[in-house]
Every structure is written in C-alpha cells, then in structure tokens.
C-alpha cells in the first residue's frame, strides 16, 4: 500500500459493503489530502480574522480601521499579503478539486455516478447558504459547491484537458479583474482619464475611498451593537447579492479554474506519491519562493505611494494574488512529498485529524468567532487592531489542534463531516467508534 494512504484503526463493517449507497470507509483516506487540509483550514482562519473582527474594508485597506492604522496595522498587513492572503484559499480550492474527483471515482468504483456527487455538492451549497446569511458573511461553501458543479461535465476529460482548462480558466479570470482593478486605479489618479468616463461611473469611483470610510461606523454598529435578529435581516435584505456573486462571479473568476487543477493534480499522483519526490521538492521551493519574493516586493508599494485605496485595492486583491498559484503549489509539493513521515509526529498527526475535520473546523470557527465579536454576545467587534486579531488567531489554532485528534479518537468522522454524509446517503450511519 501507498505510504500515504491512511488505514484505518479499526474495521469499519457499517461502510463495507461497497454499493452505490454507501460511503467510503476510513480505511481509504489519503492521509496527504488530510494533512494539507489541515494546514490550510488553520491559514484561513488567519486570513479571515480581519473581516471577523473589524469592518469588511480594513480586510485589504488599514486605513478604515477605527480610528486608523497603526505602524503594527501596517506591518500585519504586510505580512499576512506576503504569507497568508490568496495562497491558502488557493490551496484549499485545490484539495477541494482533488476530493470532488475522489469521491467521484470512488463513486464510479460502486456503480453510482456524478448524480451523487451533484447531491453531495447540493448539500454543501445548503450549508454555504446557513454560513453566509446567519452566521457569518464571508463564506467560501457556496463557492466551492459551485465550482463543483461547473467541474461535473468535465470529470471525464483527459487529465492533460483538465488542467489545459484550469489554466486558461483562471489565468483568463484574472487578467478580467486585473484590468478592472487596475483601470479604477488609472481613473482614481488620472483626471483626464476620468474625464471619458461617463460622469455617475467617475463620481462613483472618487467617492469610493470616502463612501469605504463612511461604511466603517455601519458596521461597527451592525456588527458590534446591534441584536442577532438586525444582523440576519441585514445579510437577507442587503447582502443577498454577494452570495449570488459566490456563486458565480466568483467560481468563474477564480475558484472554477482552481478546482479544475486540482482535479488534474490528483490524477497525476501529485498527492499520492506518483510524482518524483525529488522533482516535486525543487519545484516546490521554487513556487514558494518565488512567488512569496514577487509578493514582498509588489506588497511595498501601498507603503511607499502613502496607502492609495484603488493603489492598495489592485496590489492585494490583483496584483499579489499572481503568485497565488506558484505559492499554493509550492507549499502543497513540499507537504505532500513530506506527508507520510509528518502524519506520524505527534504535531503532524494533529494536522492530519484537523484535516480529516476541516469543515467542523471551518464552520465552527464562524460559529465561534461570531459569538466572540458580534454586540449581541462579547461584544468585541472593533475592539481589537491587527496585531491583537493574531492572538485570538493563536488561541483558535491551539484548540482545532487540541480537539480534532481526540474526537477521531472516539467517532467515525467529525460532527458536521457526518452531517453531511449522511444528508448525501440519505441514511443515517453511526458515528460513534
């Protein structure tokens, strides 16, 4: 067997029958798939803590913090674009690829087809829908499940195909947006620029830093005041726009074409030591740091040009997120051709436990950072600047650590993993070991 295929602890007799309806059992999990999983569910909580503990806007702009941005404002900022920001959401879009062809094939395997898979996906838009709406505005389920359903027709390309188009799928959504990004930029700058736009597109885009400032009191008091009933009628009347932008926009731009290389990725062996570990690793320090470099480098100049918001704007969401591919798979080489031998240390086996229960993670963390910030429970939205997010971020990650491996210990899969499968079986299976 595969070095980096996990056996299970035990005989799994409710999942050994091997029909159409039924779940693979534990005994079949790729422990790299686990592992990588679990280092991005805890970079993503990293990259999320600013939009869960401040106004949407300070996210990629210091300047609408409350009261301002500090010189540590600054300095987290800088740090989380170069380390944080885009490459673990890249990373994570491409595991999400790889467990869509998984599950598929597995499902090919027992006579069922893509029919489950859609199913499987529905249920988890079901989820994005509850994340986004009422619990937090940020959510990435809806995305995936999208993606997901946009890569259905293609699972059966060849894998050359596959990655062809995930290629050009996401290099095409990211020169639209750079070249959005990067004309409101040339507009906000340029007044003879502007002058040939129509006269509401031109206001629209000099009031946009001022409107951003203006929001920043709206949220503190939605977010930071007001009752958890204002907040959901709120996201329902106001916001429903940006979970239809998830589902489309979105996939289309980015996440689709992510997705479509992981899927390619998987079938290459890339997680499952089908590759030449030598040619992975020197690959992989490549992408790492090479991407990482050119983002140092792009991620100055805010600094330099006194932190534009247009300038900010297109160098965090356009132009850092270039290296957002050669990162993500740079890191994902070098974990997966180093799995095998991580998941048995004692700190490699929590990651591997985290990763087996990414979405309780993921979605607990909502939870949970919803009651810690929002008025109606602590009360601590705004409260805290960059550098002091970092310690929640710390206290969070020291618990999904803490807790995933001896929940494995005593049940099947984690709480929200068994939701979900049974909701897709349409059967109700044990959870206890």
Known sequence: MNASVATAPEPDPAFGGGTPDEPTGTGERIVTLDLIRGVAVLGILFA???????????????EALPGGATVWDHAVWYFQLVFVDHKFRGLFSLLFGAGVYLFTERAWA?????????????????FGAIHY??????????????????????????????LRLGILMYVVGSLVFLAGFAGAYV????????????????????EAPAKALADTPKDIKLYGGDSYPAVVRHMVTEEAGGFLGGLTLVPLMETFGLVMIGIALYRFGFFSGGLDPVKMR????????????????????????????????????EIARLAQVPIALGLAALLAVNAPRLATTALGSRFV???????????G????????FQGWAFGLFGQFHRPGLMLIVFAVWTAMLLWSKPWLARFRYGPLEWVWRCLTYWKLFPLRR
């Open 365 to 372: 963390t909502s939870i949970l950072m919803m009651f810690v």
């Open 133 to 162: 709406f009422l619990i937090w505005h940020g959510d990435i389920l809806g995305t995936y499940a999208a993606s997901g359903m946009m890569a259905l027709p293609f699972l059966k390309w060849p894998v050359r195909r596959q």
């Open 187 to 206: 507009v906000s700058v340029d007044p003879a620029f502007a002058a040939k736009l129509p006269p509401d597109m031109a206001k629209s885009i000099a």
């Open 353 to 363: 436990a985290a990763g087996r229960m990414a979405f309780s993670n993921y979605l």
């Open 282 to 317: 020197k690959w992989g320090w490549r992408g790492l740091i090479g991407g990482l470099a050119f983002t140092a480098l792009v991620a100055i100049w805010p600094f330099t040009s006194g932190w534009p918001f247009f300038g900010t704007l297109l160098v965090f969401n």
């Open 110 to 126: 027992r006579g069922s087809g893509r029919w489950l898979q859609f199913r499987r996906l529905a249920w988890l838009l079901v």
């Open 48 to 62: 999320n803590i600013t939009a869960f503990g401040q106004p949407v806007t300070s996210y990629f702009w210091p």
